[in-house]
């Protein structure tokens, strides 16, 4: 925690941003205790930083993999704060890669609130970078595809219906800020929501 706070507030040079990463990873594997993973992979997020350098991309491309590999954590805190690494990866000007879409979107189905938040924030920073990559519809078995963006947009909808009201109005947020979402979702989604009134 103390390395993180440290990580955050002064601009490291490359070899000591380096080590900090090898020993964090190393602190990783060697231990099973959650809460060491957690301020582990917050550390990591806050090391990475985008770059054309060959040094910067090898960090970005592990902090990702590893963030990736927890995120399927048996432990919920572990699962949320390794969700919570990639979106402070993102923020560092790092772009995730949009194939973990899928990942995100079994995420929002998470028993833990904490990881579905995390899930919707990411899958909200995808419609963001990618908003026009074409995703499956789900369901369909004629291969019929839709936008990104319109996808998380009906996905942030169903999530106003979470039985938890920290998920609810993180999603309520969500819709009012979403930009570039196809007239056609957008008037289904009022229609629903005429429905139920």
Known sequence: ????????????????????????????????????????????????????????????TQALGLCGAYSMAQDARVRTAAFHALLTIH??????????????????????EGVRCEALKLISALAQT?????????????????????????????????VREAVRCLAARMIGNMAGVSAFFLAQTLEIGRAHV
């Open 1 to 60: 925690a103390a390395l993180s706070k440290v990580a955050a507030a002064v601009s490291l040079g490359r070899g000591t941003r380096q080590k900090l990463f090898r020993l964090g990873e190393q602190l990783l594997h060697a231990t099973a205790h959650p809460l060491v993973h957690c301020k582990v992979l917050q550390l990591l997020s806050i090391l990475t930083e985008a770059g054309e350098s060959a040094e910067s991309r090898e960090l970005a």
């Open 91 to 112: 923020k560092r000007g790092v772009k995730l890669d949009v194939s973990m879409y899928p990942v995100f979107c079994t995420a929002l189905t998470d028993d833990y």
């Open 130 to 162: 990618e908003p026009e990559f074409q995703v499956e519809v789900e369901g369909d078995d004629t291969g019929e595809t839709k936008r990104l963006v319109d996808d998380v947009f009906s996905r942030t909808c169903e999530a106003i219906n979470d």
